[in-house]
């Protein structure tokens, strides 16, 4: 009886709060006990944190790095496209718009035009448009403000991401247009390339930054509202336009990264048997697509940075398994006939990560080994593997931010 009781004043207390007019993320936090709707963060992981760090030293750790990072990055923006000098080809500022990264001036041409490839550099002229690095920007600022907040309850956090969540977004006079037809465009040839998508990845911590912020009464159900109808816009155009079916269609990582903005809009929206097919076209379109029997994802080692390459698509791919497993859909274990899966990629790579082996492919960026740790922390969990854990650990030492700290954490208690 006691049980029908708690249910019964449950009810009672969410419909009170919500013909009060409060928010739905106000509404979940009066039935208790649940995290916050975040889709690539673990929900019940940050609850337990902000429930257990007054007692709990590793719960404790990942709040104080979570503050220092916001601390950090609190002065940050906000960041709009109309900041940019640089008019998009629409006359319209409020358009997107940024420079294919590794094109340059002929040198051949008095003009310069139009620009050639010259693979894994980075032209310096990309940086007079903002854009591209705002946008990144704003989406780990937001989302690194959101979880101090909510890990915290402090309200100085929660205003500051709710400002660079408007800015870019909702305020009239500063937002984004809900496209990227002006993305990675090249001097000469085009003004635009459905490629350029892959820079608004920033999407996939913005939709964990707008779950966080839900019992923030910053965060007003009309933000709420507008950040749907954005996100709703946006997600039309890449899946109707030229340029977002074209990078729907991409075999290299491009394809992987525009699965997983999908994935989360779409679980953001509430769509969640679109996401579900979506993560189980994963396992035919991507997985059985890039990866070899053997574990080698040719399209990226064919690249001049290619283990930058092949750890950036893995690391798409991991984050996909990660929300497929909260979903039901199991990437991680997923293997085709002839043996490609997710576990032969991470396998390929081991070998280079733990230095037991030279890297014999290009990589004109330099070797940094430690692009791998966040990926191996998630496979450690994912797989119970302690000598994957240990390994990510050894890499991940020196960059122990907050994100390392809760998927170290996350995999230690996967093995206790």
């Not at 600022?141 to 969540?165: I, P, S």
């Not at 899946?239 to 729907?248: D, F, L, V, W, Y």
């Not at 990226?300 to 750890?311: H, P």
């Not at 997710?342 to 014999?360: E, T, V």
Request: with cysteine.
């Amino acid at each position: 009886m006691r049980v029908v009781h708690r249910t019964g004043c449950c009810i009672l207390s969410v419909v009170l709060l919500m013909i009060a007019g409060v928010s739905a993320g106000q509404a979940r936090a009066a039935r208790g006990g649940e995290g916050p709707r975040v889709f690539l963060l673990d929900s019940q992981q940050l609850a337990r944190v902000r429930a257990h760090a007054h007692v709990d030293a590793s719960s404790r750790a990942i709040v104080t790095a979570a503050t220092t990072d916001a601390d950090r990055v609190l002065q940050d923006g906000p960041f709009s496209v109309m900041q940019k000098t640089v008019m998009p080809p629409s006359g319209n500022r409020h358009d997107y718009m940024s420079q294919a990264p590794y094109f340059w001036p002929d040198p051949n041409k008095p003009d310069g035009l139009p620009y050639i490839r010259r693979d894994g550099e980075h032209n310096p002229e990309i940086k007079r448009i903002t854009d591209h690095d705002q946008f990144l920007r704003m989406g780990e600022d937001a989302r690194t403000l959101a979880l101090a907040f909510y890990l915290t309850g402090n309200m100085v956090y929660a205003e500051r991401a709710a400002l660079l969540l408007r800015t870019w977004f909702l305020n009239p006079a500063t937002r984004m247009n809900p496209h990227l037809e002006f993305g990675q465009g090249i001097p000469g040839i085009n003004t635009g390339r459905g490629i350029g998508i892959i820079e608004s990845r920033a999407l996939v911590p913005v939709v964990d930054a707008v779950g966080l912020l839900e019992t923030a009464a910053v965060w007003t159900r009309d933000d709420e509202a507008g950040m749907r109808t954005w996100l709703t816009a946006y997600l039309h155009w890449m899946q109707t336009s030229a340029k977002g079916i074209a990078e729907s269609e991409a075999n290299n990582n491009h394809g992987s990264w525009y699965d997983l903005q999908v994935v989360c809009i779409e679980l953001f929206l509430g769509h969640r048997a679109a996401a579900d097919t979506m993560l189980e076209r994963v396992k035919t379109r991507r997985i059985a697509v890039q990866i070899e029997p053997d574990g080698r994802q040719l399209l990226e080692l064919a690249r001049t940075n290619a283990w930058g390459y092949s750890n950036g698509n893995l690391d798409a791919l991991v984050k996909l398994a990660v929300i497929g497993k909260r979903e039901g859909v199991d990437l991680w274990n997923y293997r085709t006939a002839d043996g490609r899966s997710i576990r032969k990629a991470i396998d390929f790579l081991l070998p280079y990560a733990g230095g037991m082996k030279k890297w014999d492919y290009a990589q004109i960026g330099g070797f940094h080994v430690e692009a791998a740790g966040a990926t191996l922390e998630r496979a450690a969990a994912a797989y119970h593997d302690v000598g994957l854990r240990a390994l990510a650990h050894r890499l991940t030492a020196e960059h122990a931010d907050t994100e390392m700290l809760l998927l170290a954490d996350g995999a230690l208690s996967m093995h206790d």
